[in-house]
Structures are given as structure tokens and as C-alpha cells.
T-cell receptor
């Protein structure tokens, strides 16, 4: 079993839809949670970074962490075609090593 | 400020050939990482370095070697390439201390025939 599970998609939604992306994890040592966005043929870029359980909002993006359920989510409101990318969840337990999910491919269609 | 750069962008090798991938960062970061990304597997850590002159193994180190002779550079070597090493390779860097954002390079697409 992988330490981090993420549905690979692809997920296709119409412009303006609310998108929900999720990851589950099994390692209780994970304390820091990140979402990276990766456009086609580019390197990943950090989108959101959270530590504690609860919600963190940044513009149209909301990251949610539920440590008791070992479940994290990323919500995108009013999705735009420019949001079309692969979204990777990532987690840190100790040191500065990231453990990534496999990524969810999102397409927002006009 | 170029951030993290990787050389080359693309490469095709024959089985058994060797090559070196170069990563350079201009952010004065202590930590540097090499990942490979394969379909359905996500990003997997190959080797990493927590400072000049130090290296350590990650999740999938077999078949690769690394060196960090200068703080700004991190080299990934393939001594005898195999088709299983066909992948996209990403370098990343971050500051020392607590957990922090890793900055990624644009990637190197390697095909081993």
C-alpha cells in the first residue's frame, strides 16, 4: 500500500464548476501538507501549504486537512480553463523530504 | 534570478551509455533533490543533499549516482543506462531548517532505447 493515495483522474469539469481533489495517507508522522500544480511539460509549483487540521483559503483555492481521518482536500471555486493541470498532493513527516501522491489530472472545459 | 535550471532538456541514450544531468540553483539553498516522474507513479525521490559535499539515498537510488561539489550544483549520473530509466527527471531545492517549499526545475526528458 502506498503511503499517499490520490485518484489519477482524469477529471473533466465545465468552466465555473467547483472542483474537489483529494488524497488519503497512512503515515501518522505526516504533519505538513502541500498541494503542487504542474502544467504540461513543466515542473511542479507550490499552490498551498498547510500544517494543522482545518481549512486554509487563498483566493479561489481552499485546502482542507483532517488529520483524524488522514484525508486532505483541495477545492477550486469558479474553475477556469487556466486551472487545467495536474495537481499533486505532498506531505512531510520528518526532515525536509516530500512524499507525493500520483497526481490528479484536471481539465476545465469552456 | 533564474531559480532552478536543468541541463539538458531532452536526451536519448542507448542502453549501456552513460550521462550526467546537471541541476543549478541561484537561491543559495542548502537542500537539493533529484526526482523521477513516471506515469501512475508520481514523483519519487532518487537522491538528495542537505549541503555541499553531502549526499543521501532516497526511495529509488539504484542505478544512479550524485555529487554536490558546489552548493549551487547537484549532478545526477547514470553510469550504464537501462530502458527502465526512461523518465522525466526533476531537480528541486529548498532552504534548510523546518519544512518548506521545494522549488522545482523544468525537468529533463530522458529516453533510453
Amino acid at each position: 500500500q502506498k503511503e499517499v493515495e490520490q485518484d489519477p483522474g482524469p477529471l473533466s469539469v465545465p468552466e465555473g464548476a467547483i472542483v474537489s481533489l483529494n488524497c488519503t495517507y497512512s503515515n501518522s508522522a505526516f504533519q505538513y501538507f502541500m498541494w503542487y500544480r504542474q502544467y504540461s511539460r513543466k515542473g511542479p509549483e507550490l499552490l498551498m501549504y498547510t500544517y494543522s487540521s482545518g481549512n486554509k483559503e487563498d483566493g479561489r483555492f481552499t485546502a482542507q486537512v483532517d488529520k483524524s481521518s488522514k484525508y486532505i482536500s483541495l477545492f477550486i471555486r469558479d474553475s477556469q480553463p487556466s486551472d487545467s493541470a495536474t495537481y499533486l498532493c505532498a506531505m512531510i513527516g520528518g526532515g525536509n523530504k516530500l512524499t507525493f501522491g500520483t497526481g490528479t489530472q484536471l481539465k476545465v472545459e469552456l | 534570478n533564474a531559480g532552478v535550471t536543468q541541463t539538458p532538456k531532452f536526451r536519448v541514450l542507448k542502453t549501456g551509455q552513460s550521462m550526467t544531468l546537471l541541476c543549478a540553483q541561484d537561491m543559495n539553498h542548502e537542500y537539493m533533490y533529484w526526482y523521477r516522474q513516471d506515469p501512475g507513479m508520481g514523483l519519487r525521490l532518487i537522491h538528495y543533499s542537505v549541503g555541499e559535499g553531502t549526499t543521501a539515498k532516497g526511495e529509488v537510488p539504484d542505478g544512479y549516482n550524485v555529487s554536490r561539489l558546489k552548493k549551487q550544483n547537484f549532478l545526477l549520473g547514470l553510469e550504464s543506462a537501462a530502458p527502465s530509466q526512461t523518465s522525466v527527471y526533476f531537480c528541486a531545492s529548498t532552504t534548510a531548517g523546518g519544512p518548506s517549499e521545494q522549488f522545482f526545475g523544468p525537468g529533463t526528458r530522458l529516453t533510453v532505447l
